[in-house]
């Protein structure tokens, strides 16, 4: 059984940072491209990074957001940097059907954490 449980997230200032974590179970993590989604309240979902054998972002966080990953750990990262009050929503850890993905297929997980709330507020 696939579980996916990210945790990490909070209230912070603007300008702060944040690492979130996702640990992975039920599957062969090395095997799969991982990736991170949000979404803020009265939105959509809104892809923010994945990672395969390279990684890729949202050009709305790249150069302020890391995504990582430890496969011997099964855990997935997400460094957050220069917080901003766009930045609040609901983090989710997701897992892909494959190794990799497309820009079309860039939120079509087969599995999805159950999110942890990062707010953003001075």
């Known amino acids: 059984q696939v579980q996916l449980v990210e945790s990490g997230g909070g209230s912070v200032q603007p300008g702060g940072s944040l690492r979130l974590s996702c640990t992975a179970s039920?599957?062969?993590?090395?095997?799969?491209?991982m990736g991170w989604a949000r979404q803020a309240p009265g939105k959509g979902l809104e892809w923010v990074a994945g990672?395969?054998?390279?990684?890729n972002y949202a050009r709305s966080v790249e150069g302020r957001f890391v995504i990582s990953r430890d496969n011997a750990e099964n855990a997935l990262y997400l460094e957050i940097f220069n917080l901003q009050p766009e930045d609040t929503a609901v983090y989710y850890c997701?897992?892909?059907?494959?190794?990799?993905?497309?820009?079309?297929?860039?939120?079509?997980?087969?599995?999805r954490g159950q999110g942890t709330q990062v707010t953003v507020s001075s």
């Open positions: 039920g599957f062969t993590f090395s095997n799969y491209a």
């Open positions: 997701a897992k892909y059907p494959g190794p990799s993905w497309t820009t079309k297929t860039k939120l079509s997980y087969d599995y």
């Open positions: 990672i395969g054998l390279s990684a």
